[in-house]
């Protein structure tokens, strides 16, 4: 068994993992960018994942932490992702639908960046290194916040100025599980800049936008995100007031029309929380015959049962062992799984999240993870378990991988426990 456990990051021609660097993702679409003065005839064609208009977009910061992968995934716990290229250091915005995200950028970083390109609009700014202040519940002056939870917020700003305060007020409380500090957090937000008014484009939009996906306070994100989900539970909706500090620092933003001095306003309603090492629960559907049978150990690893004697199958097989109750899975999308992974001849494990107590994160349809995974999870409901049988050709091929013997048919058996829009691995 290597040190280094497997995983289904892609391995290139020498078997090595190719996961896309360790570079931070972020994809703008053209419109926005035409706003800034960029010529899109001058961008380069979009890669494998890119989906034009719906393509993801993202708030940034150009700091960004030293991962601290354990897993060997070249990801940390709190990772925001790999896709496509990155903004050098430039504030960026992304949507997918009408969604945002905000992450923050690696820089000095000169490893070859993922499949999916992107326009790289001239870096202009970069953001203060002012300390962020501490956070408080009230402040002289606060926005009035109307509508309900699960749709979008009516936000009415005073004719006060903001006080620099760092706000984050629990407006009405969920039910659901408390957010704790690395726990995966899906999100819906609404937001606008206090100062001149303007709204900035949020989840809740007219092109369907999906709820944000990341790990509170992982220190990828603005700190007006990251710090401000935890301790509220699922459920809750949450008003954030973040000044320079606790948003893009003394420059602003200028493709975003924010000056140095503007302070945001979020409404974000905290759709769920998940722990790193939790798991989905339920009766399970057995597999056909033909499948191997699956043991369900809660946070052990599952026990997978081979068919003795079966032949190696030449196409991709799946199976839905507990059926998930939320959306589909779109390509394009941040999942968050646990998994176990097993050798199809015989039952013998190679890796598992859940030895690790810590949930994998990818992007799918990035090519970041090998192909039968791309192919098995796309169009699967969140909240679901499934089985996939992946014959080599969907895998690691002619190439022995980390205790994975050269041709090689996979057998994993997957929770899918959120989805959203976030930095892509």
Not at 42 to 64: I, N, Y
Not at 123 to 147: C, F, H, N, R, Y
Not at 354 to 364: C, H, I, K
Request: no cysteine; net charge negative; proline share 8%.
């Amino acid at each position: 068994m290597s040190e280094k456990p497997s995983s289904p990051d892609e391995a290139d021609n020498n078997g090595q993992r190719r996961p896309g660097g360790d570079r931070e993702s972020i994809l703008v679409p053209a419109e926005m960018l035409t706003q800034a003065g960029w010529d899109p005839q001058s961008a380069p064609a979009p890669g494998a994942g890119d989906k034009g208009d719906e393509a993801p977009q993202v708030f940034a910061s150009t700091q960004r932490k030293a991962d601290t992968s354990e897993a060997g995934y070249n990801e940390d716990p709190g990772s925001s992702g790999r896709l496509g290229a990155i903004l050098g250091t430039v504030l960026a915005v992304l949507l997918i639908g009408s969604a945002i995200t905000m992450y923050q950028v690696n820089k000095g970083d000169d490893k070859p960046a993922a499949k999916s390109d992107a326009a790289k609009p001239a870096a202009t700014d970069s953001p203060s290194q002012e300390p962020v202040p501490p956070i408080k519940d009230s402040a002289k002056a606060l926005p009035t916040v109307t509508g309900d939870f699960g749709t979008k917020a009516n936000i009415t700003v005073p004719q006060d100025k903001p006080d620099g305060t760092f706000v984050v007020k629990e407006l009405s409380a969920g039910s659901g599980p408390k957010v704790e500090k690395g726990n995966w957090v899906s999100i819906d937000y609404t937001a606008l800049d206090w100062n001149t008014g303007k709204e900035i484009p949020g989840s809740y939009g007219d092109k369907g936008g999906k709820p944000q996906l990341f790990q509170a306070e992982a220190g990828k994100l603005i700190p007006a995100l990251d710090k401000a989900v935890s301790g509220h539970k699922a459920g809750s909706r949450v008003l954030v007031v973040a000044p320079p500090a606790a948003a893009f620092g003394a420059q602003g933003n200028t493709q975003l029309g924010i000056g140095a001095t503007d302070s945001l306003v979020f409404v974000l309603d905290i759709r769920q929380a998940t722990a790193p090492d939790a798991v989905l629960s339920g009766e399970m559907t057995a597999p056909p015959a033909d499948m191997p049978q699956v043991k369900d150990n809660g946070k052990k690893p599952f026990d997978i049962i081979p068919v003795p004697g079966a032949a190696d199958p030449t196409e991709l097989k799946s199976h839905v062992l507990i059926q998930g109750k939320g959306r589909k899975i779109e390509s394009g999308e941040k999942v968050v799984v646990q998994y176990t992974g097993a050798l199809y001849k015989d039952g013998k494990k190679f890796d598992s999240s859940l030895d690790r107590n810590q949930a994998y994160s990818f992007a799918t349809g990035a090519g970041s993870v090998i192909e039968g995974w791309d192919k098995g999870i796309v169009g699967q409901n969140i909240g679901s378990r499934i089985e996939l049988v992946i014959p080599a050709s969907l895998a690691y091929k002619d190439q022995a991988s980390n205790g994975i013997p050269a041709n090689s048919t996979l057998v994993f058996v997957i929770d899918i426990l959120d989805a959203g829009v976030g930095g892509e691995d």
